[in-house]
């Protein structure tokens, strides 16, 4: 590639890149800003407190790091998890995000700067989302320049879906995955443009960060060897592509089976097979060129011939292992989730544990202009400006945008992933934009000056005195004027034949100019929309985005009421329950309870064995004293339930208690989801199923709830319940929040078993005069 000669010191040149490369510096650095602050309302309206659930269990894995070290982690087995099986900690999470919030605690305590390790937890998001945008700015420059990239990183800073995940307190993976996702598409188009070993290796230690970081590093390792097919049909092939790609395999596969929770699944699972085709392909193509630049044509046809041969034949060997591997899988060798992406229906047939998460539900067509707004807009008209023209890195970013748009399709969740690509189309488009109406405007501007110049000489010109002298000099101007093409003749005659496209080139800028005045309504309506995306940003950031789950607000004419039930709960059950304790909840609490109740739970958020959830499902579905013998035998002293009919909290555990029952009914046939129903609908008043209103479920929540307005409305159903006034046999009440959010019961104790056989043989020695039959002990 030609290298351009930087301009001299001192030259207007020189000064102008100069000043450029600081403001755009200047500019990332007031972008990172942006990126942080606008993360920080959470903080700022409620306090610095770890959100939702899941990253409950990050920040206990990461005090377990900074307390014991690194080995310790690797080593350590959690037995307050999944009782009685318990949980590998090291082989069974992804460490990046713990690894990198340690490493920083460490740091920073290491330069005398005391932070706890909550702390450091709440504020990791917010930190690399602003890397997150410096690393889109540094995709995008290699796309369409700097203007681009700029206008990228600024969208991505402020775009809801990502702000989503990624305010103080939102400690889950995502909060440096999104920045490992950038940074790695980042150094692979680095790659491809430059063809440098060195972004080659570093391409694959940022990959290896990704595989640390998220199980969506599927994602990478699926797309770039999609793009270097892409590459390989289209003609594109060139070396550059070939070492952009094959180190990122070779050192990329090694490093991902270093992670303990992927370890051969690198080389065995159907999610990699499809970069190892690609990687056999590429080299076949470049074994292809190779011969091709030092045979003969003739003996290029014969080496061809043998070459695609032994290609094909090496093909078909690796395709019939592969055949194999996934013919002994009954998944087909692809994990639950992975499937559930190529086929939006299976996870809802085959595994309703995955199907019950709401973020891997599909998106509402409102969801897409409530996180990404305006964006959807810009996206079309970026992936225009994309083949105009068309590059290795442009066809890479907009294959990245067309297979996000697809996995968004299917999974809320995934709408994370598609954040980044909208917003580097829509910088793109944005840039484009700007350069057509601004040159236009700079045009028309230049344009009217020369005309009224020309102008004012004509007008000088007509009013000058006419005499001997001046039109004698003008009469040798023109002599000199009409000797001067003589004279230049041989020069022009010389010149290259590239003038016509130099002319061509400005016919072309001149057809791109648009009106003055329609260029300048143009700026004005994006500076509108850009505007717009902006307030918008900010209230999804200050409002929808900012509240943590554990802590809800409402807003009300008597002001701002705080309802902080769960970490009363959680504060109950540490305080009063003992340290042995097996307390049984659904999966969603389980991070929750071990990380703030210390206690050990029977299930939780991992979701990997979906028989232990099932029976949990089933005894929450059975009768009081089926669902008793369960959890006793699980060792379970306390069970907790989440009821929200009082203040109308609508993701409590009876809204959720369908899924309770498929899941249930997945693994043990007799929990029929029929049974729940009243004539295919879901009820909890007087026409409910005598099966719901017997359940456990039913009874835990709705137990004295008659006592709170004495009719037992329910303000999430927006009915009365249908069973009112019960009495709990096998169960007791011990805490019941402020609210009547979270209710805890305690299991009854088993009754000495000798005094009911003692009152059967009393029974059985009575007269049978008394006509009214025994009364069966439950306890029997």
Not at 129 to 143: I, M, Q
Not at 227 to 250: D, Q
Not at 625 to 651: H, T
Request: proline content about 5%; some cysteine; aromatic content about 12%.
């Amino acid at each position: 590639m030609a290298t351009l000669e930087s301009p001299p010191l001192g030259t207007p040149s020189a000064m102008r890149s100069a000043f450029g490369t600081v403001l755009s510096a200047l500019i990332l650095l007031l972008i990172g800003v942006l990126a942080f602050s606008i993360r920080l309302f959470s903080v700022i309206k409620y306090e610095s407190v770890i959100h939702e659930f899941d990253p409950y269990f990050n920040y206990r894995v990461t005090q377990f790091l900074s307390k014991n070290g690194i080995y310790e982690f690797w080593n350590w087995f959690d037995d307050r998890t999944w009782y009685p099986l318990g949980r590998v900690i090291g082989g069974t999470v992804y460490p990046g995000l713990t690894l990198t919030a340690g490493t920083i605690w460490w740091a920073l305590n290491a330069i005398n700067i005391p932070l706890s390790v909550e702390t450091v937890c709440v504020f990791t998001a917010p930190v690399f989302s602003a890397f997150a945008s410096w690393a889109t700015y540094l995709l995008t420059k290699e796309v369409k320049g700097s203007g681009a990239g700029l206008a990228a990183a600024a969208l991505l800073a402020m775009v809801p879906s990502y702000i989503s995940r990624s305010v103080a307190g939102s400690y889950d993976n995502e909060a440096v995955a999104i920045f490992a996702l950038i940074f790695t598409f980042y150094l692979y188009i680095k790659t491809l443009n430059t063809g440098s070993l060195f972004y080659a290796t570093l391409n694959a230690i940022a990959y290896f960060y990704m595989v640390c970081s998220w199980g969506g590093y599927t994602f990478i390792i699926n797309l770039i060897p999609m793009h270097v097919l892409l590459c390989i049909v289209t003609g594109r092939y060139s070396p550059r592509l070939y070492i952009a790609y094959a180190p990122l395999v070779v050192l990329g596969t090694l490093l991902a089976a270093l992670v303990p929770v992927v370890g051969f699944n690198a080389v065995l699972t159907s999610e990699h097979f499809a970069s190892f085709l690609v990687f056999i392909i590429i080299h076949v193509v470049a074994l292809v060129y190779y011969i091709k630049g030092i045979l003969s044509p003739k003996m290029f046809k014969v080496a061809v011939t043998l070459v695609v041969s032994i290609g094909l034949v090496v093909c078909l060997i690796v395709v019939a292992v592969l055949v194999a591997l996934v013919a002994s899988s009954p998944t087909g060798g692809w994990s639950g989730r992975s499937l559930s992406l190529l086929d939006p229906t299976y996870a809802s047939k085959y595994i309703p544990i995955i199907a019950s998460v709401s973020e891997h539900q599909p998106p509402t067509w409102p969801s897409y202009f409530m996180d990404i707004n305006v964006l959807a807009f810009l996206v079309p008209a970026g992936i225009i400006a994309c083949f105009s023209p068309l590059s290795d890195a442009s066809s890479f970013v907009v294959l990245y945008i067309v297979m996000s748009v697809y996995f968004s399709g299917v999974m809320v969740r995934l709408m994370l992933v598609l954040a980044p690509a909208a917003c580097i189309m829509s910088g793109i488009a944005l840039s484009q934009a700007f350069d057509v109406f601004t040159a236009s405007i700079k045009y028309q501007l230049g344009r009217s000056a020369n005309s009224k110049d020309d102008a004012e000489d004509n007008t000088s010109t007509n009013n000058a005195p006419k005499d001997d002298s001046s039109s004698g000099k003008t009469d040798k101007g023109e002599e000199v004027a009409k000797e001067r093409p003589s004279k230049k003749g041989k020069k022009k005659e010389r010149e290259p034949a590239d003038k016509p496209s130099v002319k061509s080139k400005i016919l072309k800028k001149r057809a791109l100019v648009l009106p003055l005045e329609a260029s300048i309504v143009a700026l004005l309506l994006l500076i509108m929309l850009g505007a717009f995306y902006v307030i918008h940003c900010v209230w999804a950031a200050a409002e929808a985005y900012s509240a943590p789950s554990i802590v809800l607000t409402s807003q009300s004419r008597d002001g701002l009421h705080v309802f902080d039930d769960f970490r009363e709960s959680y504060a109950w059950l540490s305080h009063n329950t003992d340290v042995d304790d097996k307390v049984a909840s659904w999966w969603d609490y389980g991070y929750q309870t071990t990380a703030m109740a210390n206690r050990t739970v029977i299930v939780d958020n991992n979701t990997w064995n979906n028989t232990h959830i099932a029976t949990v499902g089933t005894a929450m579905s059975s009768p009081e004293k089926a669902a008793w013998e369960i959890f006793n035998s699980l060792d379970v002293k306390y069970v907790l339930v989440v009821f929200g009919g009082l203040i109308g909290y609508p993701s409590d555990d009876i809204n959720k208690f369908l899924w309770m029952v498929r899941i249930g009914g997945g693994v043990f046939p007799h929990i029929k989801e029929a049974d729940y129903l009243r004539d295919g609908n879901y009820r909890i008043d007087s026409e409910a199923t005598p099966t719901m209103l017997n359940c456990l479920m039913y009874k835990l929540s709705y137990y004295r709830f008659v006592e709170t307005d004495g009719k037992g409305y329910d303000r999430v159903r927006r009915t009365e319940i249908g069973k009112k006034n019960f009495k709990l046999t096998h169960f007791e009440e011990v805490f019941t929040s402020h609210h009547w959010m979270v209710r805890i019961y305690k299991l009854k104790p088993q009754k000495n078993r000798i005094r009911g056989r003692a009152k059967k043989l009393k029974l059985k020695t009575s007269s049978g005069l008394d006509s009214k039959p025994a009364k069966k002990n439950p306890w029997i």
